[in-house]
């Protein structure tokens, strides 16, 4: 009989009732997955952690699952303070699904620079990663939105929808990293949609890096490389020209497609598209402080991506390495500081430096909290330094444990 509560459960049972749902050996999904039958044991008994995102997703397709079903995903609060921003999701997914229906909004709509103003507040609420709030402000600023894209005459009109192009990606952010496969899915599909009613050349090819990142889930990679190519392709003149938003915008790319690739475990390729970004950033030179498009295209960017590329090649020494040497500049977007401290900590546990692992994810924590505990590599590392735990760090990773909602 199912279990009543998945997220009871522990990885390795969930994979243990999965598999024997298809009705398969350990040996046979073993070979599935390019693992021995021992592997496959210390999975289900959970002596073996799932440590790395694209084992899981390699994992969740040989056993006909979506990996959110492997890591139970979403990892709802179990009060309103703790549910805060999964709380807003319903709302903010049926104001994604009416997106091309009359307006339902009530009252007058702001003027463009009020919207822009507001629009521009949700952009630093996402780069922020403070969700709760952002997921809260979204419904009403999409309806509102979508109300102006039909009342506004152009330009004023295509202006609007370059608004909602963003907020449609704000939204995106928050279905994407609360653990929203499906909502994210639809959101990245209406960033394509205003993109192409917005006039911005570069609306498209951002929202492509979006695309990409959801084809990693059913480990397309080969897919994700080719719309992330076809998205440098045609902004390929510009770029070559020097325009500074081509450069961020192709250097951006680059950087998810160096992560694509190391995922598909092709380091050559994955170092590859990692130089091509930093030449992208050594053409832009000072410009890369602009921040055009909010992409992070910068030196700073670059190197934090040389240690998620170590990563998830799975080489914990060269990411120890190259983690040593990142300086993060005051005021970097909280995401980039909040990923970049959980890949150096998951390199340090690799490595047997345990302390500083959980120096690292309590500095993860801080910059970037929703992102870092609805993440399932974080949680993961934590339990891992649970079972782990000595005296000198027990305190500190059981109240992160505890704030995680894993004791």
């Known amino acids: 009989m199912a279990s009543l509560d998945p997220a009871a459960e522990s990885v390795g049972t969930r994979v243990r009732r999965a598999r024997k749902r298809m009705g398969i050996t350990q040996t046979e999904l073993a070979r599935r997955v390019g693992r021995t039958q021992s592997w496959m044991s210390g999975v289900e008994n959970d002596s073996i952690p799932l440590d790395s995102i694209a084992l899981i997703n390699i994992l969740a397709r040989a056993l006909r699952m979506h990996p959110n079903e492997l890591t139970a995903r979403p990892y709802r609060g179990d009060n309103p303070a703790e549910d805060r921003g999964h709380a807003a999701i319903p709302e903010i997914r049926r104001q994604l699904e009416r997106y091309d229906l009359d307006p339902e909004w009530v009252g007058e709509v702001r003027s463009l620079p009020e919207l822009r103003a507001a629009t521009e507040r949700a952009s630093l609420l996402r780069i922020e990663t403070r969700y709760a709030e952002l997921a809260d402000a979204l419904p009403a600023l999409l309806s509102e939105l979508q109300a102006a894209t039909h009342l506004y005459a152009e330009p004023d009109r295509s202006a609007a929808f370059g608004l909602l192009w963003a907020a449609y990606r704000a939204a995106d952010s928050v279905a994407y ?31 492509t890096w979006r695309r990409a990142r959801n084809l990693w889930a059913s480990t397309s990679w080969n897919d994700a490389l080719t719309v992330l190519d076809s998205a440098c392709a045609n902004i390929e003149d510009e770029y070559t020209a020097g325009q500074p938003e081509a450069l961020t915008v192709w250097g951006g790319l680059q950087l998810c497609a160096a992560i694509t690739a190391a995922r598909k475990n092709d380091a050559a390729e994955a170092w590859s598209r990692h130089r091509l970004a930093g030449e992208a950033v050594t053409r832009l030179g000072p410009r890369q402080r602009t921040n055009y498009y909010e992409m992070c295209t910068s030196q700073t960017n670059v190197d934090i991506h040389g240690v998620a590329v170590a990563v998830e090649l799975g080489d914990g020494p060269q990411a120890v390495s190259r983690g040593k040497t990142v300086r993060l500049p005051k005021g970097l977007q909280a995401n980039r500081v909040g990923y970049h401290h959980l890949d150096y900590a998951r390199a340090l546990l690799w490595c047997g430096h345990r302390e500083a692992a959980t120096a690292e994810l309590e500095h993860a924590e801080r910059a970037a909290p929703l992102l870092i505990r609805n993440h399932p590599m974080a949680r993961q590392a934590v339990r891992t330094l649970l079972d782990l735990e000595r005296y000198n760090y027990r305190e500190r990773i059981r109240r992160l444990g505890i704030r995680m909602q894993i004791l």
């Open 177 to 207: 990293d609360l653990g929203y496969a499906d909502l994210s899915l639809i959101a990245t599909s209406r960033t394509h949609w205003a993109a192409e009613r917005s006039g911005d050349p570069y609306h498209l090819p951002v929202a």
